[in-house]
């Protein structure tokens, strides 16, 4: 809930800043988020760390909303797939992961949330992130494999960090 409250306030001050009338929004936004944390009833005192959650998958799918994100996937021929962090986020580690495929497909979008994904080394990356009032950052070494991985996505008030 003080996340909640702190980015309510956030966009107290850009309204006040830029001009535009943000208020209608961050109200709504506002008994949005509240709505969905009471729905969950989770409250500060029991949220749990992430545990992590080592699969096989070919194809990641993950959708996080005010949860945490802790997987590890150690498949032999991953095929891509998209991450979707909202009110959330946390780590995904695909440093294990083989491959067959030349061209991989990875969607990551964060939306008051963010999360990081450590992709093998090796690998050539084409991020093409798009950072509203956040982070898409790529801190991948150059790879000299044959394996691309192309990652498209967007961090809205969040942040994303790739890095292997």
């Known amino acids: 809930m003080r996340i909640i409250i ?12 830029t001009g535009l009338s943000l208020m209608k929004y961050a109200v709504s ?7 969905l944390v009471l729905i969950s009833g989770r409250t500060q005192n029991n949220w749990e760390p992430a545990k992590k959650v080592v699969t096989n998958e070919d194809q990641i799918h993950e959708v996080v909303i005010f949860g945490p994100l802790n997987k590890t996937v150690k498949s032999d ?3 891509g797939g998209k991450i ?11 440093s294990q992961v083989k491959t067959t495929e030349k061209n991989i497909n990875l969607e990551f979008v964060a939306v008051f949330g ?11 990356v084409n991020s093409q992130g798009v950072a509203i009032f956040g982070g898409y950052t790529s801190k991948v070494a150059a790879g000299e494999g044959e ?14 960090e790739i890095l292997n």
């Not at 979707?84 to 695909?94: K, N, R």
């Not at 963010?114 to 050539?124: A, D, E």
């Not at 192309?150 to 994303?160: D, L, S, T």
């Open 29 to 35: 936004l506002f008994l949005i988020a509240a709505g």
């Open 84 to 94: 979707t962090a909202v009110f959330g986020g946390g780590e995904v580690d695909l």
């Open 147 to 160: 394996t691309v991985l192309n990652i498209k996505g967007a961090a809205v008030f969040g942040g994303v």
């Open 114 to 124: 963010g999360g990081k994904l450590i992709i093998p080394k090796g690998w050539k």
């Open 6 to 17: 702190g980015i309510f306030i956030l966009v107290l001050g850009l309204s006040a800043l």
């Open 77 to 79: 021929n991953f095929k």
